[in-house]
């Protein structure tokens, strides 16, 4: 037998493969047994030097952050976009709450992100 640890979308399983009997035919066995998976360290990402504004942004779907339209300081209108997510293939604008300033963009182009991860935040 033989034990491996593999990575799966994000999922750590511990895989035990039985190789079989000597002289015999190997077997096909194979059994999994997911495993915690180990907290990713939090991307370094660009932040106001004030702090961060009590107003969230935050995704709606999860996805690859493709394109920041925003930058910290900007004033935005109600509508206006902030963040691009690409999720399936399709552009997906993450737009401001309401009118306001914004105070700290917390991804970077490239980030994976969850549903209701807080995206930037703003004033």
């Not at 996805?63 to 930058?71: H, N, P, R, Y």
């Amino acid at each position: 037998m033989k034990n491996y640890t593999i990575t799966v979308n994000g999922n750590v399983y511990d895989v035990t493969v039985d190789d079989g009997v000597a002289g015999a035919a190997p077997a096909a066995a194979v059994k999994a047994a997911p495993k915690a998976a180990p907290k990713a360290a939090p991307a370094a990402a660009p932040k106001a030097a004030g702090g961060a504004g009590s107003v969230k942004i935050e995704a709606g779907a999860a996805g690859k952050v493709f394109k920041i339209e925003a930058s910290v300081g900007q004033a935005v209108k109600t509508g206006d976009p902030v963040v691009i997510v690409e999720a399936m293939k399709m552009e997906i604008p993450v737009v401001a709450p309401q009118d306001g300033t914004v105070a700290s963009i917390d991804v970077a182009v490239g980030d994976a992100v969850e549903a209701g991860a807080v995206l930037a935040t703003m004033n």
